[in-house]
């Protein structure tokens, strides 16, 4: 197409254009825009000049599209709908009837605590939904992953959320080390950070990601480090390490705490200098006034509100009988 379209075929003209090639007739088209059939002739002399091809010719007493008005005829009315669907009204999002995937990126040890209570929750208010869950990729790869719309949100603790993005706190605790009950330590209150950092530690932050973990990374602003012995890729595998091993694990008071409540380990004071692990969304501009990114963000704060206040998380009735077998 040539150059001089973009500057001169606008939305007004584009919307007459359309339909002339569907009514192929000035004066119906004068009708249905109420305007006079000389604006309506002008119109179209200016759409023949800047898409250099006749659009609509005589054929007896009727005017009838040329091949390129035909061609026309279909991209033009998809243009007009996408812009209308762009630039109209926003419409209400209904959880309950949506089918659409959310996609949400978690940090390891939110599956032990929040995970859970976040599906049950968005299995109560969106049923229809696809929930999609993730574990934290590398941080250079998260911004680009948020920014085309591979996920919807995502939930961290680094110590410094990216500046890029937007955030939204979750709710912050206190941080505990865990132990298992033979270890020196099991029935000390609290670790001094001079002890911490002369004992080997098991993390699920790789060590090239230490800027990022809110352990390692809280250290690094304090000019210390501490030796992490082993490493593991799965939160998961931290409770089966402990259980055999002399090895410290750090984390959130929650967290810890439900560790302890399934296996013989002692729940420690971390080093005061360690400060508060906080939680927060992440999510990228783009989707910041989308109608279901607002609700999805909304609902995670208020399971945030009820993981604090100690509300039970909610029973998800089944919805569907299943027949008996014959």
Not at 120 to 148: D, K
Not at 228 to 233: E, G, I, K, Q
Request: net charge positive; with cysteine.
């Amino acid at each position: 197409m040539p150059e001089r379209v973009s500057g001169a075929l606008d939305v007004r003209l584009m919307r007459m254009l359309r339909i002339l090639l569907t009514e192929c007739s000035v004066s119906r088209t004068a009708e249905i825009l109420g305007h006079t059939q000389p604006t309506v002739s002008l119109a179209l002399r200016r759409l023949r000049e800047i898409l250099d091809d006749p659009l609509l010719v005589r054929s007896g007493s009727r005017l009838v599209p040329t091949p390129r008005g035909l061609e026309l005829r279909d991209s033009v009315n998809e243009i007009i709908i996408d812009i209308e669907q762009r630039l109209g009204p926003r419409r209400e999002f209904d959880p309950a009837r949506t089918r659409r995937p959310f996609r949400i990126i978690a940090d390891n040890c939110l599956g032990m605590l929040m995970i859970p209570w976040i599906v049950a929750r968005l299995r109560q208010l969106a049923p229809r939904a696809v929930i999609e869950l993730s574990h934290m990729p590398r941080p250079e790869e998260l911004i680009p992953m948020l920014g085309s719309g591979t996920v919807d949100l995502a939930i961290g603790n680094w110590p410094s959320p990216p500046s890029t993005l937007r955030t939204a706190a979750l709710f912050s605790t206190q941080i505990s080390c865990v132990v298992n009950g033979r270890h020196p330590l099991a029935h000390a209150r609290q670790v001094t950070m001079e002890t911490y950092l002369q004992l080997d530690h098991v993390s699920p932050s790789p060590k090239e990601c230490a800027a990022f973990s809110p352990i390692d990374g809280r250290l690094l602003a304090l000019g210390l480090s501490r030796r992490v012995a082993v490493s593991v890729p799965e939160y998961a595998m931290v409770p089966h390490i402990l259980a055999q091993s002399d090895l410290v694990f750090t984390t959130g008071r929650p967290f810890a705490e439900q560790l302890a409540e399934s296996r013989p380990f002692s729940v420690l004071d971390a080093p005061r200098e360690l400060g508060t692990m906080n939680f927060y969304m992440l999510w990228h501009e783009r989707n910041h006034r989308a109608a279901p990114h607002r609700w999805l963000r909304e609902t995670l704060r208020g399971v945030a509100l009820e993981l604090k206040a100690g509300i039970q998380p909610p029973r998800v009735e089944a919805r569907h009988a299943i027949a008996s077998q014959q």
